[in-house]
């Protein structure tokens, strides 16, 4: 011990197999472990509980309210907890002086299945007397409202223009309809992740989310989700029909099953649906990447393996330089199992380090890659199964490897070293 604590870098330099093949199981399974884990605790921040569904521009078969309920019912056997909604927006809505506002025709399980945040008030109720709307916080500046909104009267006058025209309180125009004001939220485009799971912050981001638009894997940018300028209503109040925009909300552990029951559900109802989930998520689920994860256990157990070679050699190359200090202790009384045990545990010792570093290492690694990973999901953490099991293996390995020569190497007579002169 003494000698491994007298040479501290040579140390760490002959445990550098044994760091690095730790390193190599742990890195790996510290950002699986904490972007799956990151994903479920913050499966509403993130989107990561979230199928969303469009028809292709230019489909002559639109989606509509009975694909809802159809979705519903299938969804009910398997997935009780799923939260199904539809939108029907139209933006030909304004605000005079202020620019486009769109009016969402929806259902009380949007608040749920888009994970909308509520600023004050409650979401709409479904065939309220008088009819029932919630805004979000820009349009309600947009709309010169310094106060709170709820309980005015929000109304829209189609027969101003060919744009509906929109106000908040005051005299309502006899041809307007109205609806009153109930809650406020906020704006989904203040989010910092996007509903394909891109952090805006990160960076390529951007390009990344342009290329899955041109693969047709990504929906193009939606305005009535991102500027904060909608006005959310009952659909039975608008008499809306056709669905522009259908939004699943399950379990993220079975979102990618979930996904495909909810596209063949619909195929079978003669639809051509376009289906996106969060695009890391769904990486992260896809079982293909526990198979990753077996093949750098592979690796680590050949690069462990090469390094318990250099460290039985180390221990061989060690015990001849230490020949005399050997027949010392065996000339003090030492016997040859004291001299094994001293040797072996040097060995193991050596390894422990470099596991404990690789750990280390791994964990380090990790952070640094999730870092420059342009997914909001993507985070690192500890991995505390696969760090056990890698230091286990490392140390457990270092035992057996080097018995042997430790064993060898206290094979030393005293004796046969006085007449050596050493």
Same mark, same amino acid.
């Given at each position: 011990?003494?000698?491994?604590?007298?040479?501290?870098?040579?140390?760490?330099?002959?445990?550098?197999?044994?760091?690095?093949?730790?390193?190599?199981?742990?890195?790996?399974?510290?950002?699986?472990?904490?972007?799956? !884990?990151?994903?479920?605790?913050?499966?509403?921040?993130? /989107?990561?509980?979230?199928?969303?569904?469009?028809?292709?521009?230019?489909?002559?078969?639109?989606?509509?309210?009975?694909?809802?309920?159809?979705?519903?019912?299938?969804?009910?056997?398997?997935?009780?907890?799923?939260?199904?909604?539809?939108?029907?927006?139209?933006?030909?809505?304004?605000?005079?002086?202020?620019?486009?506002?769109?009016?969402?025709?929806?259902?009380?399980?949007?608040?749920?299945?888009?994970?909308?945040?509520?600023?004050?008030?409650?979401?709409?109720?479904?065939?309220?007397?008088?009819?029932?709307?919630?805004?979000?916080?820009?349009?309600?500046?947009?709309?010169?409202?310094?106060?709170?909104?709820? =309980?005015?009267?929000?109304?829209?006058?189609?027969?101003?223009?060919?744009?509906?025209?929109?106000?908040? /309180? /005051?005299?309502?125009?006899?041809?307007?309809?109205?609806?009153?004001?109930?809650?406020?939220?906020?704006?989904?485009?203040?989010?910092?992740?996007?509903?394909?799971?891109? =952090?805006?912050?990160?960076?390529?981001?951007?390009?990344?989310?342009?290329?899955?638009?041109?693969?047709? %894997?990504?929906?193009?940018?939606?305005?009535?989700?991102? &500027?904060?300028?909608?006005?959310?209503?009952?659909?039975?109040?608008?008499?809306?029909?056709?669905?522009?925009?259908?939004?699943?909300?399950?379990? *993220?552990?079975?979102?990618?099953?979930?996904?495909?029951? %909810?596209?063949?559900?619909?195929?079978?109802?003669?639809?051509? *649906?376009?289906?996106?989930?969060?695009?890391?998520?769904?990486?992260?689920?896809?079982?293909?990447?526990?198979?990753?994860?077996?093949?750098?256990?592979?690796?680590?157990?050949? !690069?462990?393996?090469?390094?318990?070679?250099?460290?039985?050699?180390?221990?061989?190359?060690?015990? &001849?330089? #230490? #020949?005399?200090?050997?027949?010392?202790?065996?000339?003090?009384?030492? !016997? #040859?199992?004291?001299?094994?045990?001293?040797?072996?545990?040097?060995?193991?010792?050596?390894?422990?380090?470099?596991?404990?570093?690789?750990?280390? %290492?791994?964990?380090?690694?990790?952070?640094? &890659?999730?870092?420059?990973?342009?997914?909001?999901?993507?985070?690192?953490?500890?991995?505390?199964? !696969?760090?056990?099991?890698?230091?286990?293996?490392?140390?457990?390995?270092?035992?057996?490897?080097?018995?042997? *020569?430790?064993?060898?190497?206290?094979?030393?007579?005293?004796?046969?070293?006085?007449?050596?002169? &050493?």
């Amino acid at each position: 011990m003494a000698e491994l604590a007298r040479h501290p870098w040579r140390t760490v330099l002959i445990c550098q197999g044994i760091l690095w093949a730790v390193a190599l199981m742990v890195a790996p399974a510290s950002i699986l472990q904490g972007s799956r !884990t990151a994903a479920m605790e913050r499966a509403r921040e993130l /989107g990561t509980d979230r199928i969303q569904v469009e028809v292709e521009a230019g489909a002559r078969v639109l989606l509509e309210v009975a694909d809802l309920q159809s979705i519903r019912s299938v969804l009910a056997e398997n997935y009780p907890q799923a939260v199904v909604s539809g939108q029907s927006v139209s933006g030909n809505s304004a605000i005079e002086g202020k620019g486009k506002a769109y009016l969402v025709a929806s259902d009380e399980g949007e608040i749920a299945a888009r994970s909308l945040r509520l600023l004050e008030g409650r979401w709409f109720k479904e065939a309220a007397d008088p009819p029932e709307v919630v805004l979000e916080q820009p349009l309600v500046a947009a709309l010169g409202e310094s106060d709170s909104p709820i =309980g005015q009267m929000l109304w829209a006058d189609p027969a101003s223009s060919s744009y509906r025209r929109i106000g908040l /309180g /005051g005299e309502i125009p006899s041809t307007a309809r109205s609806w009153l004001v109930v809650g406020v939220i906020r704006s989904p485009g203040e989010s910092k992740v996007n509903p394909l799971g891109f =952090g805006e912050d990160r960076r390529f981001s951007g390009m990344i989310e342009s290329a899955l638009q041109m693969l047709g %894997v990504a929906p193009v940018e939606a305005p009535w989700m991102t &500027r904060g300028m909608s006005l959310h209503v009952d659909r039975a109040s608008m008499k809306a029909s056709p669905v522009d925009w259908m939004v699943v909300s399950v379990d *993220p552990s079975r979102v990618n099953s979930a996904r495909v029951l %909810v596209e063949e559900t619909l195929i079978r109802r003669g639809k051509a *649906p376009l289906l996106y989930a969060n695009a890391a998520w769904s990486i992260l689920a896809s079982p293909e990447l526990d198979g990753y994860l077996v093949l750098h256990d592979v690796f680590f157990v050949v !690069t462990v393996g090469v390094g318990l070679l250099v460290l039985i050699n180390l221990l061989l190359l060690t015990g &001849r330089r #230490r #020949r005399g200090e050997v027949g010392l202790r065996r000339a003090e009384g030492a !016997t #040859r199992a004291d001299i094994f045990w001293q040797f072996l545990w040097e060995g193991v010792l050596i390894s422990l380090v470099g596991a404990i570093l690789g750990v280390a %290492v791994g964990v380090l690694v990790a952070h640094l &890659r999730a870092g420059l990973d342009p997914s909001a999901v993507m985070t690192a953490t500890l991995p505390w199964k !696969t760090a056990i099991e890698a230091v286990l293996i490392a140390t457990t390995g270092a035992a057996i490897a080097c018995a042997a *020569p430790a064993w060898a190497v206290s094979d030393v007579d005293p004796a046969l070293l006085l007449r050596e002169g &050493r």
